[in-house]
Nanobody, 121 residues
Framework: QVQLVESGGGLVQAGGSLGLSCIASGRTFSIQAMGWFRRAPGKERDLVAAISRSGMHTWYADSVKGRFSISRDNDKNTVYLQMNSLKSEDTALYYC??????????????WGQGTQVTVSS
């Protein structure tokens, strides 16, 4: 099993920046792709960004391209999400996820508990 713990959420003004971190523990050697999802109030959970194990391949939702950046440090078993130029519509519960497969946009196997990001306008 793999455990994921997110941190870094909070309240920020529109136009500001926030960084999220997610530390993995357990059978981390089994992890390939990692991603960040979010669920806004009344909406489904959507993939925001994902990254391959090597870090060479990334994927971003159109709504965050150019504003968010995903990265990972395998030595620290940590994945990061840097969020810039935040908008009120970025307000959501953000989840870290990991999967054993290499595809970035398929079903994920492990999930964190989520961290709240609130952007005030």
């Amino acid at each position: 099993q793999v455990q994921l713990v997110e941190s870094g959420g909070g309240l920020v003004q529109a136009g500001g920046s926030l960084g999220l971190s997610c530390i993995a523990s357990g059978r981390t050697f089994s992890i390939q792709a990692m991603g960040w999802f979010r669920r806004a109030p009344g909406k489904e959970r959507d993939l925001v960004a994902a990254i391959s194990r090597s870090g060479m391949h990334t994927w971003y939702a159109d709504s965050v391209k150019g504003r968010f950046s995903i990265s990972r440090d395998n030595d620290k078993n940590t994945v990061y999400l840097q969020m810039n130029s935040l908008k009120s519509e970025d307000t959501a519960l953000y989840y870290c996820a990991a999967r054993r497969g290499i595809s970035l946009d398929r079903e994920y196997d492990y999930w964190g508990q989520g961290t709240q990001v609130t952007v005030s306008s």
